[in-house]
């Protein structure tokens, strides 16, 4: 992928970020502007848009994004009390950087699912 993908960036260690852990195939940071006491993402080191065309791609490589999803959560004490794990997909998903990436959340309750009714 070239420079333009933020995440790209990160996981080349040409955007600083502060990283929580890593595998041979993933990378998790805290995210800079945090909605949870706990919020943190996690990427595939290989770029792909969003969570369709990874799983389509390489569903080995979504498995490793959610095992890191779980790992995280689990280091960072979230599993007693519950996390909420979320892919955004597209524009009406609220993706904003279209790399694929998970939002491991909690550390407090995170109410509704969606802030507003869509009736």
Do not use: W
């Not at 933020?6 to 990378?27: D, H, K, N, Q, S």
């Not at 909605?35 to 498995?63: I, M």
């Not at 995280?72 to 909420?84: H, I, K, T, W, Y």
């Amino acid at each position: 992928m070239g420079t333009d993908c933020l995440f790209c960036r990160i996981v080349a260690g040409e955007i600083p970020a502060t990283v929580v852990r890593e595998t041979p195939t993933t990378l998790a940071f805290r995210d800079i502007d945090p909605k949870a006491p706990v919020h943190v993402l996690v990427v595939p080191k290989e770029h792909y848009a969003d969570v369709a065309t990874l799983s389509q791609s390489d569903p080995t490589l979504a498995g490793e994004v959610l095992a890191t999803a779980a790992a995280v959560a689990e280091d960072e004490g979230l599993l007693g009390d519950g996390f909420r794990l979320m892919f955004n997909t597209g524009a009406h998903g609220g993706q904003e950087v279209f790399h694929v990436h998970a939002h491991v959340l909690g550390g407090a309750p995170l109410g509704p699912m969606l802030a507003r009714s869509l009736g």
